[in-house]
């Protein structure tokens, strides 16, 4: 009997665990309501082993049947008709992984899709190394540094004004500890305001025409003039 009453006291704790949400009063039982039932069970079948472990699995059935009308009740509490059936995850109180699951799944997709169109922006420009300064350029046969980003940005579908200072006034502002390959990087030089902008590529680097090395070139933003001159990002990519 003792063997009887400590495997059902077992199964008991491990149904309370699994099922690890609160009932409504009308079904609750504590572990000392059970023993003591239990108890009793046993000294009125006095010896009857079958009577015993048919009322403590009752007890345990009930247990059980009341958790799951619990929340049956709770999950169709609502006015309205629900739109999709109640899934056994909700009628046993346990958390709906397959929900999480996907919710992080399109936040990695969204990440992984932002990172592979900055790497693209990248290559595309690349392309363009050595590619001479033209002021107010806007193709491949001369660029100015916002002609440039435009051209880029629109080679891979992405539409932004055609000035720096356009550019640095419409997108997604950056902080500079948070740059993203992609990014453009704007300074003031010439003029007060954003007057240069290039692409930010990682490692502290951008790729810009500049008029200054009269060519499509890269530079480092760590440098003395463009840590000076630099007043900001802005982001394109979607997030």
């Known amino acids: 009997m003792g063997k009887r009453k400590t495997t059902a006291v077992a199964l008991l704790l491990a149904l309370s665990t699994t099922i690890a949400t609160p009932a409504v009063p009308a079904y609750a039982f504590s572990v000392n309501d059970l023993l003591s039932q239990t108890a009793s069970s046993d000294s009125s079948s006095s010896g009857s082993s079958s009577s015993s472990g048919n009322g403590l699995m009752n007890i345990l059935m009930g247990l059980l049947l009341g958790k799951l ?3 049956m009740s709770s999950t169709g509490s609502s006015t309205s008709a629900p739109t999709s059936p109640v899934s056994i995850t909700k009628v046993l109180g346990l958390p709906d992984l397959s929900t999480s699951s996907n919710t992080g799944a399109a936040t990695g997709s969204a990440s992984t899709q932002a990172t592979a169109t900055g790497n693209a922006l990248i ?3 690349k392309k363009y190394m050595g590619v001479p300064y033209v002021w107010g350029g806007t193709t491949t046969d001369g660029f100015d540094c916002s002609g440039f980003t435009q051209y880029v940005m629109k080679q891979n ?6 000035t720096a200072a356009e550019q640095y006034a419409t997108g997604t502002a ?12 704007f300074f003031t030089t010439y003029k007060e305001g954003a007057s240069h902008v290039g692409f930010y590529m990682g490692d502290g680097k951008f790729i810009h025409a500049s008029s200054a090395n009269e060519q499509v070139t890269i530079s480092n933003l760590g440098d003395t003039y463009y840590t000076e001159h630099y007043i900001g990002s802005r982001r394109y990519i979607p997030n």
């Not at 579908?157 to 055609?162: A, L, S, V």
């Not at 950056?174 to 990087?185: I, P």
């Open 157 to 162: 579908g992405i539409t932004i004004p055609r």
């Open 69 to 71: 009308f619990s929340n």
């Open 174 to 185: 950056v902080d500079k500890s948070n740059l993203r390959v992609g990014d453009l990087v």
């Open 123 to 125: 290559d595309t420009a």
